[in-house]
């Protein structure tokens, strides 16, 4: 063995032992670097301040909550239809004509039909419209004048043509400013009847959006209700009927007998005019039958 190979082995020989002591200087280092890690854990005490970076940290990493947007009131149509059987047509349009005035609405439409007796049902028909806000306490009060036959109550959600018609109208009052200022910087005669004409446009589709948007929101605030009122049947007729019925029984007798009357005189009439034909033909027939006699004998 040369002495190249003796430095070899020795040096390889000490690299080994040298790695060896670091590994094990490492390895009770980490031992006791935990041990003292437990020891601070099981030492602090459970509600310790947390340090202002790590509270920091741990916010950012923290999900956000993010609170829910109030939810929007829908905006909704509501008519109501109602058909009641009560004692009196004219009283019970005074007491609905009160609960409209108390309630603050309108009436659009009134109808009233009446018969000659009281064999058939008298009717009336009432189109009014209240705030919507007074809708349920307008039909509470109408039930109790009479008997509720049938009741419904329909709602239309119109969010979203309000949005719609809003959105529309902002964008056209804006157009409306730009064509304005391209008005004032405009020189030229053409360019500005150019700006006038789109201008008018602008206006005209303004003003249509504005009365929809307008008619929407008024049927938003008050709510229709249509009313039908039916009188209860009587099964004696009333001495103001029973005299009203002589009545048109007899007019209606005597217009017969005048018509039975003139009929009669025209018969006559017609008679006589044509008096000359019949003789004719009487006489033809008359000369007729005595020829056939005469042959016979």
């Not at 956000?64 to 509501?78: C, D, F, G, Y």
């Not at 929809?212 to 049927?219: A, D, Y």
Request: proline share 3%; charged share 20%; with cysteine.
């Amino acid at each position: 063995m040369n002495s190249h190979q003796i430095r070899t082995q020795t040096a390889s020989k000490l690299g080994f032992c040298l790695g060896l002591i670091v590994s094990t200087f490492a390895l009770f280092s980490c031992s006791s670097l935990n041990e003292s890690n437990s020891a601070k854990v099981m030492s602090s005490p459970a509600n310790a301040p947390v340090p202002a970076a790590e509270s920091r940290q741990m916010a950012d990493s923290a999900p956000e909550q993010t609170t829910p947007e109030p939810k929007k009131q829908s905006q909704l149509i509501k008519r109501a239809q109602l058909t009641l059987v009560v004692q009196s047509i004219h009283q019970t349009t005074e007491s609905i004509t009160e609960i409209i005035r108390k309630q603050q609405g309108d009436i659009l439409k009134f109808e009233a039909q009446k018969s000659p007796d009281n064999s058939q049902r008298q009717t009336a028909y009432l189109e009014f419209r209240v705030p919507q806000q007074r809708l349920e306490t307008t039909l509470n009060s109408l039930a109790k004048l009479g008997t509720v036959e049938n009741q419904m109550i329909t709602a239309e959600d119109v969010s979203d043509q309000l949005v719609d018609f809003q959105a529309r109208l902002r964008n056209l009052r804006k157009s409306e400013e730009m064509v304005l200022k391209i008005m004032e910087r405009s020189g030229s005669v053409g360019d500005v009847l150019k700006a006038a004409n789109e201008l008018s446009t602008i206006r005209e589709s303004i003003e249509r959006i504005d009365a929809q948007l307008r008619s929407l929101q008024n049927q938003v605030a008050y709510s229709t209700i249509t009313l039908n009122i039916e009188s209860v049947v009587s099964a004696t007729p009333t001495q103001e009927n029973l005299g009203l019925r002589v009545q048109e029984t007899w007019g209606m007798a005597t217009h017969a007998m005048g018509e039975f009357t003139w009929l009669l005189v025209g018969l006559m009439l017609w008679l006589l005019a044509f008096s000359p034909y019949l003789l004719i033909i009487g006489g033809a027939v008359y000369g007729y039958r005595w020829y056939r006699q005469t042959q016979m004998k």
